[in-house]
């Protein structure tokens, strides 16, 4: 008989790691299979391959002993028939009566079917059917495949045939219950291994969930958590790492928020300067302006009572021409403490400004190309073009050494242009000191959702363009005092 089978022990794995939120859930679902699925897919494909070649390296086998079993069995049926034909040949009277009566006695013959044929060919006996396991047959499919071939013996024995056709559906029926006790077996030891594969999988994929979490408050901006070490060197990484982000993230924000309340005090100082400018600028457009203004009357009335007396006249004359200086010079600080809206046209306040600035630094030759705005401007993106204007010429004045500057101011679509070039000595090469200008004017052009450039051209020298917006996503901005 067959030996039982066996079937090694495989590990299908279900289970892992606990489940993540809800919205978690829909995007691990949309992206694709959970890690645990894709573990208990790969595990189960190998479980499968390793099943497939078991059970074909089980048949093979088994197959081979049945061939082995019933060539002996049937060797040994041949031999015994064999002895009974030859005793009824050499007794042609009771050979017949004798062979039959052998032949009934012995019943049925180990794994053999056996038949007698009389002249005609008409069935005269078949040896009983077994009593093992008996009205019981292995299912046809895995017959065909356990069932060995092996011939049939005919023995002529006179006027009778013996036909000895050997019969392997006992050996067949028995390796089947052996296959399906085995798997059974299996089945069982399927079920208490998947169990514990999940709850090992539980186990080592439950740190996933404690990091989701921590990932999660970082996305929304809550760096307040700190992962474990889990005694797995992948995991422990994994946590020291993020750790290490929340650490540099958590004090970055806190710079920020450092940042903004500096930057919020600043723009209160700022507005506070703005308010005693203007006030400055008043009292002496009132006052100075006034006592000028009555000073030169009393010199113009000095000089015509005193024409007669040179000294005097003369002296009324230099009080006239100092009057003169000082009311260019008042004139002059009013326009670096008014801003621009303060009854003047943005065009028109650059302008003035630019010749201002001609007139101080005549060694210095200025082209301005001003066109004037097809929209109104406000008086914050007003005073932010005025201060980007005398912050670049103050720095052709100071720093380029430059002999030619030009200023073009134009509006582009919902944009305002304003370009400042020379032909000094670029930025590369000027005296680091003007960074800090540069800074505030990039922090005053992005107060106002505007972009500033500056470039050194082929042609040498400094190009600095700024871009502001026509309509402000911000509230009004203001950086550091004015250069």
């Not at 005269?124 to 065909?144: D, H, I, L, N």
């Not at 186990?203 to 797995?232: E, H, K, M, V, W």
């Not at 932010?384 to 720095?395: D, M, P």
């Not at 200023?407 to 242009?417: N, P, T």
Request: with cysteine; proline share 5%; glycine share 8%.
């Amino acid at each position: 008989m067959p030996l039982p089978p066996t079937f090694p022990s495989h590990h299908p794995v279900s289970g892992g790691a606990p489940s993540p939120p809800a919205g978690a859930q829909i995007a691990v679902r949309r992206r694709g299979f959970t890690l645990r699925a894709r573990v208990s897919l790969v595990l189960s494909g190998l479980l499968l391959l390793v099943i497939a070649i078991a059970t074909f390296g089980w048949m093979h086998e088994t197959r081979r002993a049945i061939h082995e079993e019933i060539n002996a069995a049937s060797r040994v049926a041949e031999q015994w028939v064999s002895v009974l034909v030859a005793e009824t040949q050499r007794d042609r009277a009771q050979g017949s009566e004798r062979l039959m009566a052998y032949l009934t006695a012995v019943g049925r013959l180990r794994a053999n079917r056996l038949e007698v044929l009389d002249a005609d060919g008409t069935l005269v006996y078949v040896s009983p059917e077994s009593t093992y396991k008996a009205g019981r047959f292995a299912p046809q499919w895995f017959a065909r495949h356990l069932t060995p071939t092996v011939p049939t013996h005919i023995f002529d024995a006179g006027d009778r045939q013996i036909v000895l056709r050997p019969d392997a559906s006992r050996s067949v029926l028995d390796a089947w219950d052996y296959f399906v006790a085995g798997l059974g077996w299996a089945f069982a030891a399927m079920v208490l291994i998947g169990v514990v594969v999940r709850l090992a999988l539980d186990r080592a994929l439950a740190p996933l969930a404690q990091i989701n979490a921590a990932l999660s408050r970082g996305a929304a901006g809550l760096f307040d958590t700190r992962l474990p070490t889990y005694g797995a060197a992948e995991l422990d990484r994994l946590a020291d790492s993020y750790n290490r982000l929340a650490d540099n993230l958590d004090q970055s924000r806190a710079l920020n928020v450092r940042l903004e309340e500096d930057q919020a005090f600043a723009r209160a100082l700022q507005l506070r300067l703005e308010e005693e400018r203007r006030f400055i600028a008043r009292e002496l457009h009132d006052e100075l302006g006034q006592g000028i203004a009555a000073v030169r009357a009393i010199a113009g009335a000095m000089m015509q009572r005193c024409e007669q007396l040179p000294q005097l006249h003369g002296s009324a004359q230099a009080i006239l021409a100092m009057t003169d200086q000082m009311q260019d010079g008042v004139r002059t600080i009013l326009h670096r403490l008014r801003s621009a809206a303060a009854g003047a046209s943005l065009d028109q306040v650059l302008r003035d400004y630019c010749a201002l600035w001609s007139g101080l630094h005549p060694e210095i030759g200025l082209d301005c190309h001003i066109e004037p705005p097809a929209w109104p401007v406000d008086e914050t993106t007003s005073l932010a073009v005025l201060r980007l204007l005398q912050e670049s010429l103050t720095n052709v004045a100071r720093h380029a050494r430059a002999t030619r500057a030009e200023v073009v101011f134009r509006g582009e679509g919902d944009m305002l242009e304003l370009q400042v070039s020379d032909n000094g000595r670029g930025l590369v090469e000027q005296d680091a000191r003007n960074r800090f200008g540069i800074t505030g004017m990039r922090e005053r052009v992005a107060a106002l959702d505007g972009t500033l450039s500056v470039d050194t051209p082929a042609e040498g020298g400094l190009c600095v363009n700024a871009r502001l917006p026509k309509c402000r996503n911000k509230p009004e901005l203001h950086h550091g005092p004015d250069t």
